[in-house]
């Protein structure tokens, strides 16, 4: 047997396990919840259960305790949302297996009946995956653990709303959530990233590179627009977190001060990106011999001293990071020499994109 055949039965097995593990990789998050969130849902879930068992006494608080699990959220506003979606599903769901329940009686088929009833209802007025699911479940429940009676019905309601208020409760008077750590380091990660992908562009125009670390200076300047998104997802995260929050208006002014910086530096980022692509699609090594070039480079070090700035600025960075002045570089336009005509264009559009970014920096219009 051949070295090759001997290795092919374990790439066989590595590509099965992965296969079998693919699966299982679905079952964990990105990331633990916090231990605070999970506190909560456990204290909202025993005081519905103990609270409607008290005020609706007669059965399990079965559907208190669900709704109170299911409505303590990782933001205030979504926990009005949930809380919502989880009362009007239930109330759909109770009506509806009430009504198939007294029409056809207590057969064991009228269950599946009301599952498939609840399910076209929903559809019927365009309800969301998560309320539309509620009603069919809410359905199921009442006849599968009770007679569906009117009165066993409005208790299940009761039970629900009961549930739905303590677990928004729980989630508002229990140290809110407030999602503006997450934005701050987002939008630091990236005016770095913007920082230094300049500085490196200005190092790389004065140098002869390359084809490899011509290809590294675009994959490096490509990672910006993933940065760029993560850094708007978690700013609006952190304006959802505020929502209903009776701690936003502390934190408000903070992320409206976030939110335009990133409105200042997202056509920065396309521009550093078309400026890194350029570069790449237009080299020549006579560039870095062009008379310009030297004054190009020096202003994108200064852009990028003035990208720092302006984190620094927003309060996004705490302090100063590698900054050597708190007043901002860029100075008047360049006055540019004609190039040669192979690196004309390039200096045009670098000299255009500097332009774009100046003004943007100082955020004119």
């Not at 006579?286 to 003035?306: C, F, G, K, N, Y």
């Not at 190039?339 to 332009?355: A, M």
Request: aromatic residues 4%.
């Amino acid at each position: 047997m051949t070295s090759g055949e001997k290795r092919a039965p374990a790439a066989h097995r590595l590509a099965d396990y992965r296969g079998i593990m693919r699966p299982l990789a679905a079952l964990r998050a990105a990331r633990r919840a916090p231990l605070l969130q999970v506190a909560k849902s456990a204290a909202a879930t025993i005081a519905a259960w103990l609270i409607a068992g008290w005020l609706v006494p007669g059965h399990l608080p079965v559907f208190a305790a669900i709704a109170a699990l299911l409505v303590v959220q990782p933001s205030v506003n979504q926990s009005f949302a949930k809380a919502v979606e989880r009362s009007i599903g239930v109330i759909a769901g109770v009506v509806i297996a009430v009504l198939l329940s007294l029409a056809l009686g207590g057969l064991s088929w009228v269950v599946l009946l009301a599952v498939v009833v609840a399910m076209v209802v929903a559809w019927s007025f365009k309800a969301t995956p998560g309320t539309a699911n509620q009603v069919a479940i809410s359905a199921m429940l009442v006849l599968a653990l009770g007679s569906a009676s009117p009165d066993y019905a409005v208790d299940r309601i009761l039970e629900t709303l009961i549930g739905a208020a303590i677990g928004f409760v729980v989630n508002v008077v229990v140290v809110p959530p407030v999602l503006v750590a997450p934005a701050r380091r987002d939008l630091a990660l990236l005016g770095g990233e913007l920082a230094a992908t300049l500085d490196r562009l200005a190092d790389a125009i004065t140098a002869e590179q390359s084809p490899a670390r011509l290809q590294e200076l675009m994959l490096e300047a490509r990672l910006l627009r993933p940065m760029k998104d993560a850094a708007d997802a978690s700013l609006t995260a952190g304006e959802e977190s505020l929502t209903l929050n009776p701690l936003g208006s502390r934190h408000r002014p903070e992320l409206a001060a976030m939110r335009a910086l990133l409105e200042r530096l997202g056509p920065i980022v396309t521009q550093v990106i078309g400026m890194t692509r350029a570069f790449v699609d237009q080299y020549d090594d006579t560039l870095p011999a062009e008379p310009s070039v030297a004054a190009i480079a020096d202003q994108m070090h200064r852009a990028a001293h003035d990208v720092r700035l302006a984190v620094q600025l927003a309060e996004v960075v705490p302090e100063p990071e590698a900054l050597t002045s708190a007043i901002p570089a860029l100075t008047s336009p360049l006055d540019i020499r004609p190039p040669s005509s192979r690196n004309w264009v390039l200096i045009g559009s670098l000299t255009e994109d500097l332009r774009r970014i100046r003004a943007g920096l100082r955020d004119e219009a």
